[in-house]
């Protein structure tokens, strides 16, 4: 049961431009999301995230946008840099389940991005 | 404090032996978490503690797969008996409770290679 998907296994942008990674789920009880970039050999690294009251959150160049009625969170990258090709994982989380606060993430498959100069 | 620490970088065992990875989180974090990762596919939640009580453990934890965090600071992850599907990259992350929104710290995980 795959609760979070990432249908497009790559993108390829010219530098510059718009980067558009999207992310799907399936579960309705997520109250958080997350973006995380990944470099070979690296762990995941900690970009941005939302919460489900939110439907958009900001940090420089990078903009997550919710859209809950479709259970799809998007991220963009503007401008888009050559050190931005990594791979990106959506990850979801129930943070509050009955006033305890829980966390356990769940990851989608990831998107490989790659940059173009 | 320079983040979260996995030890070793990379395990070569063979099968049926067991192995024993470690993992040190950000200090101040309560929560610590570990995770798997295979080629392809994003990580996969095994279990996670909150200080040294271990709160949860996935359906992929099997009866092999055991964890520990006995003072609440570092944990580690003992599989007996490895078998070749073990062969992964192992993540730990650590963070404060309620910490979602800021993030996860992984660390750079163990990569295990069962031959």
């Known amino acids: 049961d795959q609760q979070v998907k990432q249908n497009s296994p790559s993108l390829s942008v010219q530098e510059g431009r718009i980067s558009i990674l999207n992310c799907d789920y399936t579960?309705?009880?997520?109250?958080?999301f997350l973006w995380y970039k990944k470099y070979p050999a690296e762990g995941p690294t900690f970009l941005i995230s939302i919460s489900s009251i939110k439907d958009k959150n900001e940090d420089g160049r990078f903009t997550v946008f919710l859209n809950k009625s479709a259970k799809h969170l998007s991220l963009h990258i503007v401008p888009s840099q050559p050190g931005d090709s990594a791979v990106y994982f959506c990850a979801a989380t129930i943070a509050n389940a009955g006033g305890t606060s829980y966390g356990k993430l769940t990851f989608g498959q990831g998107t490989i991005l790659t940059v173009h100069p | 404090d320079t983040g979260v620490s996995q030890d070793p970088r990379h395990k070569i065992t063979k099968r049926g032996q067991n192995v024993t990875f470690r993992c040190d989180p950000i200090s101040e974090h309560n929560r610590l978490y570990w995770y798997r990762q295979t080629l392809g596919q994003g990580p996969e939640f095994l279990t996670y503690?909150?200080?040294?009580?271990?709160?949860?453990k996935s359906r992929l934890l099997s009866d092999r797969f055991s964890a520990e965090r006995p003072k609440g600071s570092f944990s580690t992850l003992e599989i007996q008996r490895t078998e070749q599907g073990d062969s992964a990259m192992y993540l730990c992350a650590s963070s404060f409770t309620g910490g979602a929104e800021w993030g996860y710290t992984f660390g750079s995980g163990t990569r295990l290679t069962v031959v």
């Open positions: 579960n309705s009880m997520f109250d958080y």
């Open positions: 503690f909150q200080n040294e009580a271990q709160l949860e």
